[in-house]
């Protein structure tokens, strides 16, 4: 039996390569989008090695056959594989060469059966004429490398992963440049030697060609002056634009331009600037350097909108409309803007009252013979600024907590009236150029904001949203804010000069509109320039009805579900808005509406059901555990514990203040990371204690011990006057050693004689105590106007009691107290606590 057995067959799925050629040892990324290739690609990725057999295609077709492939390719593992909408993208490695024994179509896929094809390996591989062969390739293939640019790490890297000879050619093969049937040769070249010698023709032959492009190169440059090249390269560029179809002639251009500032009704200032501009222009060489900089700057004044107006609708109700459609509650604030609509609007009908009287009074002067002005006279500057006046009011600064729709307020206002809307973001400016611009002088000056602004809105009086005004910036160069008192102060901006302009551009016909997150971060002089529009944070029944007007079916929509594949119950709504959610506003609110979109989506998608109606309770599961933990009211009442209610920009919400009397020399104790107000507050409660201890009911050698007064949590610093009244109240029921009622919050200022004063936000304070379960407050007297803000449902469910004296206060927060003819009288014993005296230290 002889020795010699032939080679095994192997069965590969075929990926058809056009314009291409795999040699083995090479990495050859690919993209595959053929239904036949994917299929092949597909079928080795379920096998263990995932090898395919790479061949390359006699011709460059869509559609490929038995026939159309050449006989020989490598065997190669796919790798790195990424799918995308149009195919995938992978990497092919090479393996081994391998023969074509039998091609088939099956399944809509080539298949070949394959076996290795033997390398012959060089006769005596110590034969000096076969290393010189070997030798000469590796010096030629470097040479190569360095004049194509590449690293010289890299060629050694390169080189030293080629050690064997027939590697070497494989590798210089599958990098040079040449045509794909030349390196099919290549492939079918089976002897080490004569692969050796092919590859170091192409090598050589690609030399020579760099070569002579260098030296061409060289030549072509040492013979074209600079003044030559710069004309060779503008006929260059002409032709390019001739052949894109750019080329409109330059002095057409010019003439265009000359048309358009001859139209403009440029004041009289602007008008002898633009005229000595042209007047440069047209004496200085059309390719210098300066000339360009001048036609610039023309064409930035032929692009303002010196005389374009949009045709405004001040319609009041129709604006009410649009307000009431695309926001929901804010009413406060949707009534002031429409204040300022209907100003606009009586004083434009008031002008054109006027405008008619005073044509009228002209016709008769003119019919009576004295000369008067007559229908078509020029407007002197008198009557244009006349006619500008009702465009002219307050700017309108809308501050308030983030995601309370300030931005989309103004953008509202703008559809209301009919006008452009314009944005600006100012967070983070720190430089006077930002608004101003940079002078011409400067090498890429261009125009500030505002006047970008007027030219990306094309009119006159577009509504300007400058955003986030409070987050400027200052930096050695300049003050944005300065730069902004005059663009925002009517009696001076009809006339805001840009740096880069150098000439006025009337600004008084826009209506400008700031947002802010924090009043106290802007410059006082810039403020006092602005009508403030306070936008309060939404209650928990405004940011239910905003989830399912708004919210809601807009991540529906963006999630590709309807609203009868997901069903949200008021009740899961509530969860989401009190367990998962502390705002102000309502951006938090709509991206967890989002995950429980995006996890019913999945779970439909997944066939596990066609539709899911979620109540409070099936919240979590989608969710997980809430991450808000709201303050709830105590259970009972406790000596030395008082509930007060603070304000955030996010909400309001109650707090307990806890007090303890202890042995020791009569000092106050104060932690929980109080701000020097707070302890202010703390000091005068207990002086106030002390200079009426009789009227309180205290004993004198109470004063004798420590008071410990505690404001969780710890870890939040805290800070106001408004937890006046609760911290009295917390320190006299220690030291009277009567309980606070638990079902009761209160809030206001104190002072030493006992009179409490106003505080600030009142409805976020109090609807704060609401959601805690709270459903009596006490407040300052002068307060009581503040609950108009409240809800009406909120006010029904209250118990409110305006206080103006502390002895009131603590007469209804204290158990068993009544305030009569000013004064405090406890008709009940002091109750026994259980933690009466506090700790005692030793």
Same mark, same amino acid.
């Given at each position: 039996?002889?020795?010699?057995?032939?080679?095994?067959?192997?069965?590969?799925?075929?990926?058809?390569?056009?314009?291409?050629?795999?040699?083995?040892?090479?990495?050859?990324?690919?993209?595959?989008?053929?239904?036949?290739?994917?299929?092949?690609?597909?079928?080795?990725?379920?096998?263990?090695?995932?090898?395919?057999?790479?061949?390359?295609?006699?011709?460059?077709?869509?559609?490929?056959?038995?026939?159309?492939?050449?006989?020989?390719?490598?065997?190669?593992?796919?790798?790195?594989?990424?799918?995308?909408?149009?195919?995938?993208?992978?990497?092919?490695?090479?393996?081994?060469?391998?023969?074509?024994?039998?091609?088939?179509?099956?399944?809509?896929?080539?298949?070949?059966?394959?076996?290795?094809?033997?390398?012959?390996?060089?006769?005596?591989?110590?034969?000096?004429?076969?290393?010189?062969?070997?030798?000469?390739?590796?010096?030629?293939?470097?040479?190569?490398?360095?004049?194509?640019?590449?690293?010289?790490?890299?060629?050694?890297?390169?080189?030293?992963?080629?050690?064997?000879?027939?590697?070497?050619?494989?590798?210089?093969?599958?990098?040079?440049?040449?045509?794909?049937?030349?390196?099919?040769?290549?492939?079918?070249?089976?002897?080490?030697?004569?692969?050796?010698?092919?590859?170091?023709?192409?090598?050589?032959?690609?030399?020579?060609?760099?070569?002579?492009?260098?030296?061409?190169?060289?030549?072509?440059?040492?013979?074209?002056?600079?003044?030559?090249?710069?004309?060779?390269?503008?006929?260059?560029?002409?032709?390019?634009?001739?052949?894109?179809?750019?080329?409109?002639?330059?002095?057409?251009?010019?003439?265009?331009?000359?048309?358009?500032?001859?139209?403009?009704?440029?004041?009289?200032?602007?008008?002898?600037?633009?005229?000595?501009?042209?007047?440069?222009?047209?004496?200085?060489?059309?390719?210098?350097? =300066? $000339?360009? /900089?001048?036609?610039?700057?023309?064409?930035? +004044?032929?692009?303002? !909108?010196?005389? &374009?107006?949009?045709?405004? @609708?001040?319609?009041?109700?129709?604006?009410?409309?649009?307000?009431?459609?695309?926001?929901?509650?804010?009413?406060?604030?949707?009534?002031?803007?429409?204040?300022?609509?209907?100003?606009?609007?009586?004083?434009?009908?008031?002008?054109?009252?006027?405008?008619?009287?005073?044509?009228?009074?002209?016709?008769?002067?003119?019919?009576?013979?004295?000369?008067?002005?007559?229908?078509?006279?020029?407007?002197?500057?008198?009557?244009?600024?006349?006619?500008?006046?009702?465009?002219?009011?307050?700017?309108?600064?809308?501050?308030?907590?983030?995601?309370?729709?300030?931005?989309?307020?103004?953008?509202?206002?703008?559809?209301?009236?009919?006008?452009?809307?314009?944005?600006?973001?100012?967070?983070?400016?720190?430089? =006077? $150029?930002? /608004?101003?611009?940079?002078?011409?002088?400067? +090498?890429?000056?261009? !125009?500030?904001? &505002?006047?970008?602004?007027? @030219?990306?809105?094309?009119?006159?009086?577009?509504?300007?949203?400058?955003?986030?005004?409070?987050?400027?910036?200052?930096?050695?160069?300049?003050?944005?804010?300065?730069?902004?008192?005059?663009?925002?102060?009517?009696?001076?901006?009809?006339?805001?000069?840009?740096?880069?302009?150098?000439?006025?551009?009337?600004?008084?016909?826009?209506?400008?509109?700031?947002?802010?997150?924090?009043?106290?971060?802007?410059?006082?002089?810039?403020?006092?320039?602005?009508?403030?529009?306070?936008?309060?944070?939404?209650?928990?029944?405004?940011?239910?009805?905003?989830?399912?007007?708004?919210?809601?079916?807009?991540?529906?929509?963006?999630?590709?579900?309807?609203?009868?594949?997901?069903?949200?119950?008021?009740?899961?709504?509530? $969860?989401?808005?009190?367990?998962?959610?502390?705002?102000?506003?309502?951006?938090?609110?709509?991206?967890?509406?989002?995950?429980?979109?995006?996890?019913?989506?999945?779970?439909?998608?997944?066939?596990?059901?066609?539709?899911?109606?979620?109540?409070?309770?099936?919240?979590?599961?989608?969710?997980?555990?809430?991450?808000?933990?709201?303050?709830?009211?105590?259970?009972?009442?406790?000596?030395?514990?008082?509930?007060?209610?603070?304000?955030?920009?996010?909400?309001?919400?109650?707090?307990?203040?806890?007090?303890?009397?202890?042995?020791?020399?009569?000092?106050?104790?104060?932690?929980?990371?109080?701000?020097?107000?707070?302890?202010?507050?703390?000091?005068?409660?207990?002086?106030?204690?002390?200079?009426?201890?009789?009227?309180?009911?205290?004993?004198?050698?109470?004063?004798?011990?420590?008071?410990?007064?505690?404001?969780?949590?710890?870890?939040?610093?805290?800070?106001?006057?408004?937890?006046?009244?609760?911290?009295?109240?917390?320190?006299?029921?220690?030291?009277?050693?009567?309980?606070?009622?638990?079902?009761?919050?209160?809030?206001?200022?104190?002072?030493?004689?006992?009179?409490?004063?106003?505080?600030?936000?009142?409805?976020?304070?109090?609807?704060?105590?609401?959601?805690?379960?709270?459903?009596?407050?006490?407040?300052?007297?002068?307060?009581?106007?503040?609950?108009?803000?409240?809800?009406?449902?909120?006010?029904?469910?209250?118990?409110?009691?305006?206080?103006?004296?502390?002895?009131?206060?603590?007469?209804?927060?204290?158990?068993?107290?009544?305030?009569?003819?000013?004064?405090?009288?406890?008709?009940?014993?002091?109750?026994?606590?259980?933690?009466?005296?506090?700790?005692?230290?030793?």
């Amino acid at each position: 039996m002889s020795e010699n057995t032939a080679p095994a067959t192997t069965t590969y799925p075929v990926v058809p390569l056009r314009n291409a050629v795999l040699f083995p040892g090479v990495a050859f990324p690919i993209a595959a989008g053929r239904s036949g290739t994917l299929r092949s690609i597909e079928t080795a990725l379920r096998k263990p090695q995932n090898l395919v057999f790479a061949v390359t295609q006699r011709e460059d077709t869509e559609a490929v056959g038995p026939e159309g492939l050449y006989t020989i390719g490598t065997i190669a593992q796919v790798t790195n594989v990424q799918r995308g909408p149009g195919g995938m993208r992978l990497v092919l490695n090479g393996q081994q060469r391998g023969i074509t024994m039998r091609l088939t179509d099956k399944n809509g896929m080539l298949e070949a059966a394959v076996v290795p094809a033997q390398e012959m390996a060089a006769l005596d591989p110590n034969d000096p004429a076969f290393k010189g062969l070997y030798k000469e390739l590796r010096e030629r293939a470097a040479e190569l490398g360095k004049k194509l640019g590449f690293p010289d790490e890299g060629i050694d890297q390169f080189l030293r992963e080629a050690e064997e000879p027939g590697r070497l050619a494989d590798l210089v093969a599958g990098y040079i440049d040449i045509p794909a049937s030349e390196r099919q040769v290549l492939l079918e070249t089976l002897s080490v030697e004569e692969r050796l010698r092919r590859t170091l023709v192409h090598v050589q032959r690609q030399i020579t060609v760099l070569a002579a492009q260098e030296d061409i190169k060289s030549k072509v440059q040492s013979e074209i002056s600079d003044r030559q090249r710069e004309m060779y390269l503008r006929e260059q560029m002409k032709a390019i634009q001739k052949e894109l179809g750019e080329d409109g002639g330059d002095d057409e251009s010019l003439e265009e331009l000359k048309k358009k500032l001859d139209g403009l009704p440029l004041p009289e200032e602007a008008r002898r600037e633009v005229d000595r501009e042209w007047k440069r222009l047209q004496r200085l060489s059309k390719d210098g350097m =300066e $000339a360009q /900089v001048v036609r610039t700057y023309l064409e930035n +004044v032929a692009e303002l !909108p010196w005389g &374009i107006r949009s045709e405004e @609708k001040l319609d009041v109700a129709e604006a009410a409309k649009v307000l009431d459609e695309d926001h929901y509650g804010l009413a406060d604030v949707k009534d002031r803007v429409l204040e300022f609509l209907a100003v606009l609007q009586m004083r434009r009908l008031k002008a054109e009252a006027e405008k008619a009287e005073a044509a009228a009074a002209a016709l008769t002067a003119s019919e009576a013979g004295d000369g008067a002005a007559k229908d078509g006279d020029p407007k002197t500057p008198a009557d244009a600024k006349r006619e500008a006046a009702p465009n002219k009011g307050r700017i309108l600064l809308f501050a308030g907590p983030p995601g309370v729709g300030k931005t989309s307020i103004a953008k509202s206002i703008a559809r209301a009236m009919g006008r452009k809307y314009v944005r600006i973001s100012l967070g983070g400016a720190r430089d =006077e $150029a930002d /608004v101003r611009g940079h002078r011409r002088t400067y +090498v890429g000056a261009m !125009p500030g904001r &505002i006047i970008a602004g007027m @030219k990306q809105a094309g009119t006159k009086n577009p509504v300007f949203l400058l955003d986030e005004i409070d987050k400027l910036g200052v930096s050695y160069q300049g003050d944005p804010a300065a730069a902004l008192l005059e663009v925002l102060d009517p009696a001076q901006n009809d006339s805001f000069t840009d740096h880069y302009l150098g000439i006025p551009f009337d600004l008084s016909e826009v209506l400008f509109v700031a947002t802010a997150n924090f009043l106290q971060n802007i410059p006082g002089p810039l403020q006092d320039r602005m009508e403030v529009v306070s936008f309060s944070g939404y209650t928990e029944a405004e940011k239910l009805g905003i989830a399912r007007t708004y919210l809601l079916p807009r991540q529906l929509r963006d999630n590709g579900l309807s609203s009868d594949q997901l069903t949200l119950e008021d009740s899961a709504v509530a $969860a989401v808005i009190t367990g998962y959610t502390r705002e102000a506003g309502v951006r938090q609110l709509e991206r967890e509406l989002g995950r429980l979109a995006r996890k019913v989506a999945r779970k439909i998608a997944a066939g596990e059901t066609t539709a899911v109606t979620l109540a409070a309770g099936d919240v979590g599961s989608l969710l997980g555990k809430p991450k808000v933990h709201p303050e709830k009211m105590i259970r009972a009442d406790e000596v030395g514990v008082s509930t007060g209610m603070y304000y955030t920009p996010v909400g309001g919400d109650i707090m307990f203040v806890e007090a303890a009397l202890m042995r020791g020399k009569g000092e106050v104790i104060l932690t929980g990371q109080l701000g020097d107000v707070m302890k202010e507050s703390a000091r005068a409660a207990w002086t106030f204690a002390r200079s009426h201890a009789a009227m309180l009911g205290i004993a004198e050698d109470s004063f004798e011990r420590d008071l410990h007064v505690h404001v969780p949590a710890g870890a939040i610093p805290k800070d106001g006057p408004s937890a006046g009244i609760a911290m009295a109240s917390a320190l006299v029921s220690a030291l009277s050693k009567r309980p606070v009622r638990h079902d009761l919050a209160m809030t206001g200022e104190i002072t030493l004689s006992g009179r409490v004063l106003p505080i600030g936000g009142v409805k976020e304070k109090v609807l704060g105590a609401v959601r805690a379960g709270i459903r009596t407050v006490v407040l300052p007297k002068e307060n009581e106007a503040d609950l108009d803000d409240l809800p009406k449902d909120v006010l029904e469910m209250l118990t409110v009691h305006a206080v103006s004296d502390l002895g009131e206060a603590l007469a209804i927060t204290l158990r068993g107290a009544s305030f009569q003819n000013g004064q405090l009288l406890f008709g009940v014993p002091a109750a026994a606590p259980r933690v009466a005296d506090g700790p005692e230290i030793h």
